[in-house]
């Protein structure tokens, strides 16, 4: 079992292979995570390549072969769209699958139940970067206050919407003057956004 620094380490390397084709160098983690000595990272990296999850390399570098990083990637499905305005019915159906790294969007378990995206329509989540055409990359987890949700209103509507607290009661928030704020009678979020991919260029929620 990793511990939590050896986990985030181990997302480093991964990320990094996927960007820049090759492994970071000891130097360039212990700098990422101000670790206080070169042998503070030599002890991280020899305790994961124990674990099985990183070899040494030529070079004398320490991260993963080029077909684990491959085997990194999930084919993420892509299920229709989702409303940025007001709640509308909506059946999802699979519409195509995309090849991601779910590490670049925070994911460490990536499953077809667990992460997935949603084509944006509308223009509610403007001032949140997020505009109509965008694709929105959803993680399967209870949301925090502040967090982006695919939202379930009144087990009838789809929405993409902030969810919020107001006296004590779920409510959802648009990010556009526009849009009045939406109090569902029951809510169910079905993903907290993690990310959003726009025209090729993946972003971090």
Known sequence: M????????????????????????????????????????????RALANKGQIEQLAGRTWGLRASAVQAQLFEMPVYG????????MQEQTPDETLSVDPSVFGVRRAGPHRMWALRVRGDSMVDAHILDGDLVVFERREPRE????????????????????MKGRPVLRAANKRYRDIVPERLESQGVLVGLIRRGVATLG
Do not use: N, Y
């Open 2 to 45: 990793m511990t939590e620094r050896q986990e985030q380490i181990l997302d480093f390397i991964r990320l990094f292979q996927r960007e820049k084709g090759v492994p970071p160098s000891s130097r360039e983690i212990q700098r990422k995570f101000r670790l206080s000595s070169q042998s503070t990272v030599i002890g991280h990296l």
């Open 146 to 165: 502040g967090d982006i949700i695919a939202a379930l209103v009144d087990e009838t509507t789809t929405t993409l919407k902030r969810f919020v607290q």
């Open 81 to 88: 769209s989702i409303p940025a305005g007001l709640p509308a």
